[in-house]
T-cell receptor
């Protein structure tokens, strides 16, 4: 299995608090992605990175920011969490965009 | 951007029967099509993929077919087993384009 670790695996927090999710890879892959998964919506792209300090928005980026200061780590931050951001968040990596993505096991985030 | 539609959203088959999941895509430039299986509490795992220069690919009980003219591709699972029960996602992307586009998923239930 690809070396991807997401942390934390579960988190419960309150509306208005900041939240940071971490994705750590040991594959030295160039591309890293953050998705959210909600019933009926499949996987929706939040942000992605195509290199250190190179990031871009996905289709549901409002309310989220990301940072990638080194190849192995990609952080997703909710500056002020809202209940609509309750979801399961997945990180994915790939070495090239004509290769499959490999996914972490997800972070279940509940915002009360 | 690309739009991937996946059908059906749920599929129930008897053990030993075949299952077929279909996806359509909108961007004729898409040239890489992976399929993922997601088990409960886990991240999606690649099960098979196909590139646009190939019409069909098989791996034991799993096969994928691609019709570029009609812009659709399908996953075929033969001799289904209870352990095939999971959610399946199709995806499409264009080489050198950073994003992957996912279908909304099919929940497959194989009844023993």
């Amino acid at each position: 299995d690809a070396g991807i670790t997401q942390s934390p695996r579960h988190k419960v927090t309150e509306t208005g608090t900041p939240v940071t999710l971490r994705c750590h890879q040991t594959e030295n892959h160039r591309y890293m992605y953050w998705y959210r998964q909600d019933p009926g919506h499949g996987l929706r792209l939040i942000h992605y990175s195509y290199g250190v300090k190179d990031t871009d928005k996905g289709e549901v980026s409002d309310g989220y920011s990301v940072s990638r200061s080194k190849t192995e780590d990609f952080l997703l931050t909710l500056e002020s969490a809202t209940s609509s951001q309750t979801s399961v968040y997945f990180c994915a990596i790939t070495g090239a965009t004509n290769q499959p993505q490999h996914f972490g096991d997800g972070t279940r985030l509940s915002i009360l | 951007g690309e739009n991937v539609e996946q059908h059906p959203s749920t599929l129930s088959v008897q053990e030993g029967d075949s299952a077929v999941i279909k996806c359509t895509y909108s961007d004729s430039a898409s040239n890489y099509f992976p399929w993922y299986k997601q088990e409960l509490g886990k991240g999606p795992q690649l099960i098979i993929d196909i590139r646009s220069n190939v019409g069909e690919k098989k791996d034991q009980r799993i096969a994928v077919t691609l019709n570029k003219t009609a812009k659709h591709f399908s996953l075929h699972i033969t001799e289904t087993q209870p352990e095939d029960s999971a959610v399946y996602f199709c995806a499409a992307t264009v080489y050198n384009f950073n994003k992957f586009y996912f279908g909304s998923g099919t929940k497959l239930n194989v009844k023993p």
